[in-house]
């Protein structure tokens, strides 16, 4: 049910991407090239917990309005825990995803999401790998500058649940995007 939700909404979003304008709808001039390459980072230390994570991300610009793209993605928790001892959770993730730019930097996004969860320790007996899908959407702002743009998401999870190795339903991404330039165009 959930997957049709965001087949739904992808398709809404590609009927309306072709009637858009580009002069009313889309990033500036400057964004040369269809492909963007870039990403996110994080880092945190919260109680006996350390996390460290990287999350690459690949897009094409279909119009000047509406991109699709995966990103894949490592997290890196290592725990200290008085009952199991020290251990690591690893989260691999792989996501396609689709936003639309609505007006002047403010997009809508789409996202589906496939997560496995190992947990391993010298303490604790290795687990077998848990999976998880999060269907999310939600909204977001580019900062556009030369042929790169910063981007800020907030994106609700409507798979999520307390088994969920996201904490909260509510998913903040920040990140950064770089528009490569195509062959034909000269080297300013």
């Known amino acids: 049910m959930k997957k049709t939700i965001v087949m739904i909404l992808m398709a809404v979003g590609l009927a309306f ?18 492909v963007v390459v870039g990403g996110d980072f994080n880092l945190g ?20 309005s509406l991109e699709a793209g995966v990103r894949l993605g490592y997290d890196m928790f290592f725990s200290r825990d008085y009952y199991y001892g020290n251990y690591f959770s690893h989260i691999f993730s792989g996501a396609a995803y689709l ?27 290795a687990s ?34 307390y088994d969920s190795p996201y904490n909260s339903p509510f998913v903040v991404r920040v990140g ?7 062959g034909k165009e000269k080297q300013q």
Do not use: H
């Open 17 to 34: 991407a072709g009637n858009a304008s580009a002069q009313t709808f889309g990033g500036p001039e400057s964004m040369k090239g269809k």
């Open 45 to 64: 230390f919260y109680g006996n917990t350390f996390n460290i994570g990287v999350a690459p991300q690949a897009g094409y610009r279909l119009t000047r």
């Open 99 to 125: 936003n639309f730019e609505v007006f002047s930097g403010i997009y809508l996004q789409v996202e589906d999401e496939e997560m496995c969860l190992l947990i391993s320790g010298k303490d604790i007996e």
């Open 128 to 161: 077998a790998p848990t999976w998880y899908n999060s269907v999310m959407a939600g909204i977001g702002y580019r900062q556009y500058w030369n042929n790169n743009y910063t981007f800020y998401s907030l994106l609700y999870n409507f798979s999520w649940d």
């Open 176 to 182: 950064f995007c770089y528009a490569l330039k195509n």
